[in-house]
């Protein structure tokens, strides 16, 4: 009764459409206060492409919110090849290599609203003759405008604060003449690796931005910090813990000390003008000094600024030959809060007994705990949503995994493909009261296959709407 319950749920909800020659894929289904999202993942060959803000299928309406990984690559033939791509505002992401190597791609329209580009986007677009990045732009990714011939490109970025970019993002192009908005001509000559541009000029006037505040400054000296603003009255707030500032931060009035806060974020805001860009400072050497720690434990951990640059975290890499039987993943290190499990981390460590895991983690890295094969217990932190695929292989004295009951935990996530595959598996909730009815969240699109393989103690699990597909194998051994 079950199996057919499921397959009922997968047949009812397509993953996929294509409207006027443009291929989308679901990210949420439309609910009666709003529409559902989708991703766009390819799209016929013509001369120009122009994305939608919303598409509707099946009587559904979608937002268009991202463009997808492959998404119009390998365009590189004359007879194959799209001249322009117009790109609406609703889009907030550009995945890896959406548009890599498009020889004859001509031009980009980017929109107010696009957050992130990734790795390799628009890699080797040899043709391109504008790159105008708007304003809203945070964080570029590696080789995403990358190429290897000669380029005439003109290149402009409006964000007030230079977006988070790496040493290849540009590679190829930083020959060419950078502008930006007046005001920001010094943050972007002081930004790591957009100051490699030849030459930066601030030839975007905004009108001078007579109705938007001015960024913070920030000064340093002899461990104090200083932050100023040229717009006349505006009060500066700041954050010390990687938050967004607004006007209910720290209110500055006078120079903070500064030597371990590994970020400070500022915002300007003055009564009748638009608030500020935020801006951002750090100290790299004092980021360069806590790069990579060991604790006493014998858990070695690796700093990590986010993509969008805007704060610091551990990643648990690995571990020292001494590593403790019992191990606790602690909730934050040096002041930054520990996110991730690395795969392999602990990979073959017979001597582990038991693993704590803090509630700041939210990913278990694929074979992260792989042949443990002394581990008796797991306790799961309550902000883990992701188990990747065989996290704990060949733990096969694992019989007891303690988790948060919480709704966002999600046990079977696109990414999670028999993460526990040992013995018969126990889950128990954080009062030590067994969990027999197991409820995935909603909006969870995917069960990965072999997700609840062995977890004997189950009796009964409740499958949302929202789920589009199930692997195999998943329920193995379960129920």
Known sequence: MLLA????????HGQSFDVDGISYNVITQPTDESPGE??????????????PETVTYDEKTYTIVSIGRDAFSGRYRSDNFTRKYIIPGTVKTIKYHAFYD?????????????????????????????????????YIDADAFITNQENSATISCLASTPPNIGS????????????????????????????????????????????????????????LLTMSCKTEGATI????????????????????????????????????????????????????????VTDEQGISYTLIQSDDGNFFYYSVTGHSDELS??????????????????????????????????????????????????????????AVTQIEPNAFYGCYNLNVVVVTVKDNFEFCNNDIIGAFRSGSIKLIDNDGIEITEFVIPEGVTSIG????????????????????????????KCI
């Open 5 to 12: 319950t499921i397959f009922c749920v997968v047949a009812a």
């Open 38 to 51: 989708v991703e766009v993942t390819g799209g016929e060959i013509k001369e120009e492409i122009a994305i």
């Open 102 to 138: 498009n020889y004859y791609l001509e031009e980009v329209e980017f929109n107010e609203g696009l957050e992130t580009i990734g790795q390799s986007a628009f890699g080797y677009a040899y043709q391109l003759r504008e790159i105008r990045l708007p304003s809203t732009v945070a």
């Open 168 to 223: 290849t993002t540009f590679q190829g192009r930083t020959d060419a003449t950078l502008h930006v908005v007046v005001s920001d001509v010094d943050a972007y000559k002081d930004a790591e690796y957009w100051k490699d541009f030849s030459e930066i000029t601030g030839d975007i006037l905004y009108t001078d931005r007579t109705d938007r505040c001015y960024a913070p400054v920030f000064t340093l000296d002899n461990d």
């Open 237 to 292: 707030y700041y954050t010390i813990d990687g938050s967004l500032p607004d006007e209910n931060a720290i209110r500055y009035t006078s120079p903070i000390s500064y030597s371990t806060n590994p970020i400070i974020r500022a915002i300007a805001i003055a009564d009748g003008k638009e608030s500020s860009a935020v801006r951002n400072y750090y100290d790299t050497e004092y980021i360069e000094s806590i790069r990579n």
């Open 325 to 382: 039987a019992d191990i606790v993943i602690p909730d934050e290190v040096n002041g930054c809060p520990v996110r991730a499990i690395r795969s392999n981390a602990f990979y073959n460590c017979s001597n582990i007994n038991s693993v704590t895991i803090g509630n700041a983690v939210t990913q278990i890295g694929s074979s992260a705990f792989y042949n443990c094969s002394n581990i008796s217990s797991v306790t799961i932190g309550k």
């Open 449 to 476: 296959e072999k997700a609840f393989q062995r977890c004997t103690g189950l009796s009964a699990i409740t499958i949302p709407n929202s789920v589009t597909s199930i692997g195999s194998q998943a329920f193995l």
